[in-house]
């Protein structure tokens, strides 16, 4: 069983930063694509940003682009997602995820695996 674990999440007032990290179990990651996903109260998960096996190729979600920057260290099997000028907006549980394949996909069904999730809170 692969687990994947989210850090990171806090408190933050608007236009202040924070920085997620998530690691996957077994390596599983290293040949895949991940991506962040986020999820408000009352509204549904939607996609965030992903990123390419070899971070080659990065996608954003056009309410945090500008803002937000994935990358990911394959050495250290970290993804990390930098959120900079934090709206309350962006305000979520943040999820992160391994994908089936090796790109950087916005389809929240070709992911796998899944982390429980880390609580951003926007104070404005």
């Known amino acids: 069983q692969v687990q994947v674990t989210e850090s990171g999440g806090g408190l933050v007032q608007a236009g202040n930063s924070l920085k997620l990290e998530c690691s996957a179990s077994k390596r599983t990651a290293s040949n895949n694509g991940m991506g962040w996903f986020r999820q408000a109260p009352g509204k549904e998960r939607e996609f965030v940003a992903a990123?390419?096996?070899?971070?080659?190729?990065?996608q954003y979600s056009d309410s945090v682009k500008g803002r937000f920057t994935i990358s990911r260290d394959r050495v250290k099997d970290i993804l990390y997602l930098q959120m900079n000028n934090l709206k309350p907006e962006d305000t979520a549980v943040y999820y992160c995820a391994v994908s089936r394949t090796a790109a950087a996909s916005t389809t929240m069904n070709i992911y796998r695996y899944w982390g429980q999730g880390t609580q951003v809170t926007v104070s404005s």
């Open positions: 990123i390419s096996w070899n971070g080659g190729t990065t």
